[in-house]
């Protein structure tokens, strides 16, 4: 039975089932990409603030 429900919406696209389930994967996806790029600069920032706190250790020996 699940297994029916989750090939109904690539089987049937215009079902509701099918609808349903494009709506929810353009809601996913974005959710995905409006959080995608503060992590990466938040990412970015921490990984430029670590290679400077190892370089001014290294240089400071």
């Known amino acids: 039975m699940s297994r ?3 090939d109904t919406p690539a089987k049937h696209p ?3 089932l ?3 389930d494009r ?3 353009r809601i996913r996806e974005a959710a995905f990409n409006a959080g ?3 992590m990466t600069r938040l ?3 921490a ?3 670590c290679v400077e706190l190892s370089n ?3 240089h400071a020996t």
């Open 43 to 45: 990412a970015e920032t």
């Open 4 to 6: 029916q429900l989750l």
């Open 23 to 25: 709506a929810w994967n």
């Open 36 to 38: 995608w790029t503060p």
């Open 14 to 16: 215009f079902s509701v």
């Open 47 to 49: 990984v430029v603030s």
């Open 18 to 20: 099918g609808l349903a």
């Open 56 to 58: 001014r250790a290294l």
